[in-house]
Protein backbone atom coordinates (compact mmCIF):
# COMPACT_ATOMS: atom_id res chain seq x y z
CA UNK A 1 0.00 0.00 0.00
CA UNK A 2 1.25 3.67 -1.08
CA UNK A 3 1.67 5.90 1.25
CA UNK A 4 -0.71 8.54 -0.73
CA UNK A 5 -3.33 6.10 -0.56
CA UNK A 6 -3.10 5.73 3.64
CA UNK A 7 -3.84 9.56 3.31
CA UNK A 8 -7.00 9.03 1.49
CA UNK A 9 -10.29 8.11 3.23
CA UNK A 10 -11.01 4.47 2.88
CA UNK A 11 -14.60 3.08 3.03
CA UNK A 12 -15.69 -0.40 4.43
CA UNK A 13 -18.48 -2.96 2.14
CA UNK A 14 -19.73 -5.67 4.66
CA UNK A 15 -22.02 -8.13 3.30
CA UNK A 16 -23.67 -11.06 4.83
CA UNK A 17 -25.98 -14.45 4.91
CA UNK A 18 -26.98 -17.58 5.61
CA UNK A 19 -23.65 -19.09 4.23
CA UNK A 20 -20.64 -16.61 4.60
CA UNK A 21 -19.97 -13.20 5.16
CA UNK A 22 -17.54 -10.65 3.09
CA UNK A 23 -15.90 -7.38 3.97
CA UNK A 24 -14.72 -5.21 1.02
CA UNK A 25 -12.30 -2.47 1.99
CA UNK A 26 -11.23 0.35 -0.60
CA UNK A 27 -9.46 4.16 -0.50
CA UNK A 28 -11.59 6.70 -2.07
CA UNK A 29 -9.79 6.31 -5.39
CA UNK A 30 -11.44 2.97 -6.28
CA UNK A 31 -8.00 1.40 -5.05
CA UNK A 32 -9.14 -2.32 -3.46
CA UNK A 33 -7.36 -2.15 0.07
CA UNK A 34 -8.44 -5.36 1.49
CA UNK A 35 -11.06 -8.20 1.62
CA UNK A 36 -11.93 -11.08 3.96
CA UNK A 37 -14.45 -13.92 4.37
CA UNK A 38 -16.12 -15.14 7.38
CA UNK A 39 -18.92 -17.58 8.12
CA UNK A 40 -23.31 -17.61 8.45
CA UNK A 41 -24.38 -14.38 9.89
CA UNK A 42 -28.52 -15.11 9.60
CA UNK A 43 -30.24 -14.99 13.57
CA UNK A 44 -32.55 -16.46 11.82
CA UNK A 45 -30.69 -19.83 11.68
CA UNK A 46 -27.64 -19.55 13.54
CA UNK A 47 -26.48 -18.07 17.27
CA UNK A 48 -25.64 -15.42 18.21
CA UNK A 49 -22.11 -16.17 19.01
CA UNK A 50 -21.60 -17.89 15.33
CA UNK A 51 -22.98 -14.74 14.04
CA UNK A 52 -20.68 -12.55 15.85
CA UNK A 53 -17.68 -14.61 15.02
CA UNK A 54 -18.55 -14.33 11.34
CA UNK A 55 -18.40 -11.08 11.11
CA UNK A 56 -15.45 -10.63 13.33
CA UNK A 57 -13.23 -12.92 10.85
CA UNK A 58 -14.78 -10.91 8.10
CA UNK A 59 -13.97 -7.61 8.95
CA UNK A 60 -10.59 -8.66 10.60
CA UNK A 61 -9.02 -10.33 8.15
CA UNK A 62 -10.24 -7.55 5.54
CA UNK A 63 -9.02 -5.48 7.69
CA UNK A 64 -5.11 -6.92 8.67
CA UNK A 65 -5.10 -7.26 4.57
CA UNK A 66 -5.69 -3.78 3.96
CA UNK A 67 -2.39 -2.83 6.09
CA UNK A 68 -4.49 -2.14 7.84
CA UNK A 69 -4.82 1.53 6.86
CA UNK A 70 -3.41 4.56 9.18
CA UNK A 71 -6.92 6.13 8.72
CA UNK A 72 -10.39 4.88 10.48
CA UNK A 73 -12.68 4.11 7.74
CA UNK A 74 -15.27 7.04 6.53
CA UNK A 75 -18.14 5.63 6.18
CA UNK A 76 -19.37 1.39 6.25
CA UNK A 77 -22.10 -0.25 4.59
CA UNK A 78 -23.81 -3.28 6.16
CA UNK A 79 -26.07 -5.32 4.00
CA UNK A 80 -27.69 -8.74 3.93
CA UNK A 81 -29.38 -10.72 7.08
CA UNK A 82 -27.29 -9.13 9.81
CA UNK A 83 -27.57 -7.31 12.98
CA UNK A 84 -26.90 -3.64 12.32
CA UNK A 85 -26.30 -3.00 15.93
CA UNK A 86 -23.97 -6.19 16.09
CA UNK A 87 -22.12 -5.55 13.26
CA UNK A 88 -21.79 -1.83 13.82
CA UNK A 89 -19.86 -2.76 17.61
CA UNK A 90 -17.85 -4.59 15.73
CA UNK A 91 -16.97 -2.67 12.86
CA UNK A 92 -16.60 0.44 15.35
CA UNK A 93 -14.52 -1.27 17.68
CA UNK A 94 -11.95 -3.17 14.92
CA UNK A 95 -11.49 -0.64 12.71
CA UNK A 96 -12.67 3.28 14.40
CA UNK A 97 -15.03 3.80 11.63
CA UNK A 98 -16.99 7.25 11.84
CA UNK A 99 -20.03 5.88 10.34
CA UNK A 100 -21.97 2.49 9.70
CA UNK A 101 -25.04 2.64 7.21
CA UNK A 102 -27.49 0.00 6.87
CA UNK A 103 -27.46 -1.28 3.30
CA UNK A 104 -31.12 -3.13 1.59
CA UNK A 105 -30.03 -6.61 0.72
CA UNK A 106 -31.48 -5.18 -3.12
CA UNK A 107 -29.79 -2.60 -2.89
CA UNK A 108 -26.47 -3.96 -2.64
CA UNK A 109 -27.30 -6.10 -5.17
CA UNK A 110 -28.56 -3.25 -7.39
CA UNK A 111 -25.41 -0.98 -6.94
CA UNK A 112 -23.21 -3.74 -7.17
CA UNK A 113 -24.20 -3.57 -10.78
CA UNK A 114 -25.92 -0.39 -12.29
CA UNK A 115 -22.41 1.94 -11.55
CA UNK A 116 -20.95 -0.07 -14.47
CA UNK A 117 -24.26 -0.64 -16.66
CA UNK A 118 -26.25 3.42 -15.98
CA UNK A 119 -29.22 1.43 -14.96
CA UNK A 120 -31.19 3.71 -13.05
CA UNK A 121 -33.91 0.94 -12.19
CA UNK A 122 -35.38 -2.37 -12.58
CA UNK A 123 -35.42 -5.55 -10.48
CA UNK A 124 -32.94 -7.75 -8.42
CA UNK A 125 -33.13 -11.12 -7.65
CA UNK A 126 -30.50 -13.31 -5.08
CA UNK A 127 -30.64 -16.53 -5.34
CA UNK A 128 -27.92 -17.70 -2.58
CA UNK A 129 -28.81 -19.44 0.54
CA UNK A 130 -31.83 -17.99 0.43
CA UNK A 131 -34.00 -16.48 -2.29
CA UNK A 132 -35.66 -13.06 -2.93
CA UNK A 133 -36.92 -10.21 -6.08
CA UNK A 134 -37.08 -6.33 -4.91
CA UNK A 135 -37.12 -3.59 -7.61
CA UNK A 136 -37.94 -0.22 -8.21
CA UNK A 137 -39.84 1.77 -11.47
CA UNK A 138 -39.15 4.86 -12.91
CA UNK A 139 -41.64 6.45 -10.84
CA UNK A 140 -39.49 5.79 -7.73
CA UNK A 141 -42.02 3.59 -6.27
CA UNK A 142 -40.69 0.16 -4.42
CA UNK A 143 -41.65 -3.56 -4.10
CA UNK A 144 -40.21 -6.71 -3.39
CA UNK A 145 -41.01 -10.29 -2.78
CA UNK A 146 -39.67 -13.72 -1.26
CA UNK A 147 -37.30 -13.40 1.14
CA UNK A 148 -39.45 -15.46 3.83
CA UNK A 149 -36.98 -18.30 5.07
CA UNK A 150 -36.44 -21.96 4.59
CA UNK A 151 -39.59 -23.16 5.79
CA UNK A 152 -41.93 -20.48 5.01
CA UNK A 153 -40.57 -19.58 1.46
CA UNK A 154 -36.94 -19.27 -0.14
CA UNK A 155 -38.36 -21.04 -3.19
CA UNK A 156 -35.57 -21.25 -5.87
CA UNK A 157 -32.86 -21.00 -3.44
CA UNK A 158 -29.24 -23.06 -3.05
CA UNK A 159 -31.24 -24.45 0.10
CA UNK A 160 -34.20 -25.32 -1.86
CA UNK A 161 -32.32 -27.02 -4.54
CA UNK A 162 -30.74 -29.27 -2.00
CA UNK A 163 -33.63 -30.47 -0.06
CA UNK A 164 -35.64 -31.27 -3.52
CA UNK A 165 -32.25 -33.32 -4.11
CA UNK A 166 -32.71 -34.77 -0.97
CA UNK A 167 -36.02 -35.62 -1.33
CA UNK A 168 -35.95 -37.07 -5.08
CA UNK A 169 -32.93 -39.26 -4.04
CA UNK A 170 -34.91 -40.57 -1.61
CA UNK A 171 -38.04 -40.81 -3.12
CA UNK A 172 -36.10 -42.97 -5.80
CA UNK A 173 -34.61 -45.41 -3.09
CA UNK A 174 -37.61 -46.23 -2.38
CA UNK A 175 -38.60 -47.09 -5.69
CA UNK A 176 -41.28 -44.23 -5.49
CA UNK A 177 -39.56 -42.84 -8.36
CA UNK A 178 -37.42 -44.22 -11.45
CA UNK A 179 -33.49 -43.84 -10.55
CA UNK A 180 -31.54 -41.30 -10.29
CA UNK A 181 -27.44 -40.16 -10.06
CA UNK A 182 -28.96 -37.67 -7.52
CA UNK A 183 -29.04 -40.78 -5.11
CA UNK A 184 -25.25 -41.81 -5.11
CA UNK A 185 -24.28 -38.03 -5.29
CA UNK A 186 -25.81 -37.38 -2.20
CA UNK A 187 -24.13 -40.74 -0.40
CA UNK A 188 -20.71 -39.01 -1.18
CA UNK A 189 -21.26 -36.03 -0.54
CA UNK A 190 -22.63 -36.87 2.74
CA UNK A 191 -20.71 -39.75 3.53
CA UNK A 192 -23.56 -42.26 3.77
CA UNK A 193 -23.86 -45.65 3.37
CA UNK A 194 -27.81 -45.72 2.87
CA UNK A 195 -29.94 -43.04 2.32
CA UNK A 196 -32.28 -43.78 4.98
CA UNK A 197 -29.29 -41.98 7.10
CA UNK A 198 -30.33 -38.55 6.36
CA UNK A 199 -32.75 -39.30 8.65
CA UNK A 200 -31.23 -39.11 12.01
CA UNK A 201 -28.39 -36.54 10.21
CA UNK A 202 -31.38 -34.65 9.56
CA UNK A 203 -33.70 -34.69 12.49
CA UNK A 204 -31.26 -35.74 15.21
CA UNK A 205 -28.08 -33.86 14.04
CA UNK A 206 -29.59 -31.36 12.10
CA UNK A 207 -28.48 -30.17 8.76
CA UNK A 208 -27.14 -27.11 8.86
CA UNK A 209 -29.07 -24.26 5.96
CA UNK A 210 -25.37 -24.45 4.23
CA UNK A 211 -24.64 -27.59 4.41
CA UNK A 212 -28.02 -28.64 2.33
CA UNK A 213 -27.48 -25.20 0.28
CA UNK A 214 -23.69 -27.07 -0.70
CA UNK A 215 -25.75 -29.59 -2.61
CA UNK A 216 -26.46 -27.36 -5.38
CA UNK A 217 -23.45 -27.31 -6.85
CA UNK A 218 -23.89 -31.24 -7.03
CA UNK A 219 -27.12 -31.01 -8.72
CA UNK A 220 -25.85 -29.01 -11.53
CA UNK A 221 -23.19 -31.65 -12.07
CA UNK A 222 -25.23 -34.35 -12.14
CA UNK A 223 -28.08 -32.17 -14.36
CA UNK A 224 -24.94 -31.57 -16.69
CA UNK A 225 -23.97 -35.11 -16.97
CA UNK A 226 -27.89 -35.32 -18.19
CA UNK A 227 -30.09 -37.18 -15.24
CA UNK A 228 -33.47 -35.65 -15.80
CA UNK A 229 -34.61 -35.61 -12.29
CA UNK A 230 -31.92 -33.03 -11.65
CA UNK A 231 -32.43 -30.87 -14.79
CA UNK A 232 -36.06 -30.83 -13.45
CA UNK A 233 -35.25 -29.58 -10.45
CA UNK A 234 -32.92 -26.74 -11.63
CA UNK A 235 -36.08 -25.65 -14.23
CA UNK A 236 -38.64 -25.68 -11.97
CA UNK A 237 -35.77 -23.26 -9.28
CA UNK A 238 -35.80 -21.25 -12.25
CA UNK A 239 -39.22 -20.44 -12.32
CA UNK A 240 -39.79 -20.25 -9.09
CA UNK A 241 -37.59 -17.34 -9.21
CA UNK A 242 -39.27 -16.00 -12.10
CA UNK A 243 -42.40 -15.87 -10.01
CA UNK A 244 -40.60 -13.90 -7.43
CA UNK A 245 -39.62 -11.46 -9.84
CA UNK A 246 -43.05 -11.62 -11.51
CA UNK A 247 -44.50 -10.57 -8.44
CA UNK A 248 -41.84 -7.17 -7.99
CA UNK A 249 -43.00 -6.48 -11.91
CA UNK A 250 -46.66 -6.49 -11.22
CA UNK A 251 -47.12 -4.33 -8.32
CA UNK A 252 -44.69 -1.57 -10.11
CA UNK A 253 -46.92 -2.10 -12.99
CA UNK A 254 -43.59 -2.79 -15.40
CA UNK A 255 -45.43 -5.30 -17.50
CA UNK A 256 -44.73 -2.78 -20.98
CA UNK A 257 -41.30 -0.87 -19.30
CA UNK A 258 -37.75 -1.61 -20.60
CA UNK A 259 -35.91 -2.49 -17.39
CA UNK A 260 -33.26 -4.36 -16.30
CA UNK A 261 -33.96 -8.02 -14.04
CA UNK A 262 -30.29 -8.76 -12.53
CA UNK A 263 -29.89 -11.79 -11.47
CA UNK A 264 -27.57 -12.44 -8.09
CA UNK A 265 -25.92 -15.25 -6.29
CA UNK A 266 -24.81 -18.67 -6.33
CA UNK A 267 -27.31 -20.46 -7.59
CA UNK A 268 -27.17 -18.57 -11.26
CA UNK A 269 -24.18 -19.96 -11.96
CA UNK A 270 -25.71 -23.18 -12.96
CA UNK A 271 -25.93 -21.24 -15.94
CA UNK A 272 -28.71 -21.81 -19.15
CA UNK A 273 -30.21 -25.00 -16.60
CA UNK A 274 -31.69 -22.46 -14.37
CA UNK A 275 -31.22 -19.26 -16.39
CA UNK A 276 -33.39 -20.42 -19.52
CA UNK A 277 -36.68 -21.12 -17.69
CA UNK A 278 -36.39 -18.32 -15.71
CA UNK A 279 -35.79 -16.15 -18.67
CA UNK A 280 -38.78 -17.51 -20.46
CA UNK A 281 -40.74 -17.09 -17.65
CA UNK A 282 -40.03 -13.56 -17.05
CA UNK A 283 -40.17 -12.69 -20.75
CA UNK A 284 -44.15 -13.84 -20.76
CA UNK A 285 -45.45 -11.25 -18.54
CA UNK A 286 -42.53 -8.65 -18.99
CA UNK A 287 -41.40 -8.68 -23.06
CA UNK A 288 -38.88 -6.12 -23.03
CA UNK A 289 -37.19 -7.16 -19.40
CA UNK A 290 -33.01 -7.74 -19.74
CA UNK A 291 -32.12 -10.43 -18.01
CA UNK A 292 -28.49 -9.20 -16.81
CA UNK A 293 -26.20 -11.97 -14.34
CA UNK A 294 -24.17 -9.85 -12.20
CA UNK A 295 -20.61 -10.22 -12.05
CA UNK A 296 -20.26 -8.31 -9.29
CA UNK A 297 -20.83 -10.11 -5.44
CA UNK A 298 -23.40 -8.22 -3.58
CA UNK A 299 -20.74 -6.89 -1.14
CA UNK A 300 -18.90 -4.51 -4.09
CA UNK A 301 -22.49 -2.69 -4.06
CA UNK A 302 -22.42 -2.47 0.05
CA UNK A 303 -19.26 -0.96 -0.81
CA UNK A 304 -20.28 1.68 -3.34
CA UNK A 305 -23.00 2.98 -1.03
CA UNK A 306 -20.69 3.78 1.39
CA UNK A 307 -18.79 5.44 -0.85
CA UNK A 308 -21.52 7.29 -2.36
CA UNK A 309 -22.81 8.12 1.47
CA UNK A 310 -19.50 9.42 2.32
CA UNK A 311 -19.99 11.85 -1.14
CA UNK A 312 -17.76 10.03 -3.57
CA UNK A 313 -18.45 10.36 -7.17
CA UNK A 314 -18.30 7.81 -8.94
CA UNK A 315 -16.09 8.68 -11.92
CA UNK A 316 -15.69 6.28 -14.84
CA UNK A 317 -11.48 6.35 -13.71
CA UNK A 318 -12.57 5.13 -9.92
CA UNK A 319 -15.04 2.38 -11.32
CA UNK A 320 -12.35 0.96 -13.41
CA UNK A 321 -9.93 0.95 -10.57
CA UNK A 322 -12.37 -0.50 -8.59
CA UNK A 323 -12.63 -3.04 -10.91
CA UNK A 324 -9.22 -3.99 -11.65
CA UNK A 325 -8.95 -4.82 -7.87
CA UNK A 326 -12.20 -6.95 -7.72
CA UNK A 327 -10.61 -9.10 -10.49
CA UNK A 328 -7.98 -9.88 -8.08
CA UNK A 329 -10.12 -11.53 -5.80
CA UNK A 330 -11.99 -14.03 -7.93
CA UNK A 331 -14.33 -14.93 -5.17
CA UNK A 332 -15.96 -11.36 -5.65
CA UNK A 333 -16.58 -12.14 -9.33
CA UNK A 334 -19.21 -14.58 -11.39
CA UNK A 335 -17.39 -14.14 -14.85
CA UNK A 336 -18.63 -11.71 -17.61
CA UNK A 337 -22.26 -10.40 -16.92
CA UNK A 338 -24.58 -12.05 -19.30
CA UNK A 339 -27.63 -10.51 -21.06
CA UNK A 340 -30.42 -12.11 -22.59
Known amino acids: MTSESTRERIFLGIDGGGTKTDCLIANEAGLVLGYGRGGPVNLNFVSDETARASIVKAVCDA ?35 QQVIGVGEWESAWWAVSPWSGYRHGIAVDAGTGSLAAGF ?3 GERAGAGGLGTVLGDEGSGYWIGIQALRAALRAEDGREPPTRLQQAVREVLGLK ?58 LRMENETFPVVAFGSVFKAGELILGPFREAVLE ?56
Open 194 to 251: HLRELIPLFYQKGLARHEVAALCPVVVEVAKQGDKKAQMILAEAGRELALAVIAVVRK
Open 63 to 97: WQAAGPPSSAPAVAGVSGPISLAMAEEIIRRETGA
Open 137 to 139: NKR
Open 285 to 340: VAPNAKIVVAHHAPVVGALVRAMMHGGVELTDQLLARLEEGLRREPSLLAGDPQVG
